[in-house]
Nanobody
Framework: HVQLVESGGGSVQIGGSLTLACAAS?????????WGWFRQAPGKEREGIAT???????AYADFAKGRFTISRDNAKNTLYLQLNSLKTEDTAMYYC??????????WGQGTQVTVS
């Protein structure tokens, strides 16, 4: 199975930007169902932000469209999430996830984003 390590979180002012990275212990496999970013704010359920499949097709939650961008670097085995125009409501723990070809989910430990 894959191991995922997120990084890049931190404290940022309203309107600022951050780039989150998710380093994977193996390469992106065409058999993978998808890769994605999720977040969870205190007292709230975890919600999906964006996904990217093996073909590179992306999908975004409505709140992320136009502000967030998911991408991947195959050579570095790394998934990214570019966060722009950040709002206070974006404050949350951000997680990356892999769903492999058997539809098993693997999660990283998360990276905290705080917007104030």
């Amino acid at each position: 199975h894959v191991q995922l390590v997120e990084s890049g979180g931190g404290s940022v002012q309203i309107g600022g930007s951050l780039t989150l990275a998710c380093a994977a212990s193996r390469g992106f496999d065409d058999a993978d169902a998808e890769w994605g970013w999720f977040r969870q704010a205190p007292g709230k359920e975890r919600e999906g932000i964006a996904t990217i499949d093996s073909s590179g097709r992306t999908a975004y939650a409505d709140f992320a469209k136009g502000r967030f961008t998911i991408s991947r670097d195959n050579a570095k085995n790394t998934l990214y999430l570019q966060l722009n125009s950040l709002k206070t409501e974006d404050t949350a723990m951000y997680y990356c996830k892999n769903m492999d070809g058997y539809y098993t989910n693997y999660w990283g430990q998360g990276t905290q984003v705080t917007v104030s």
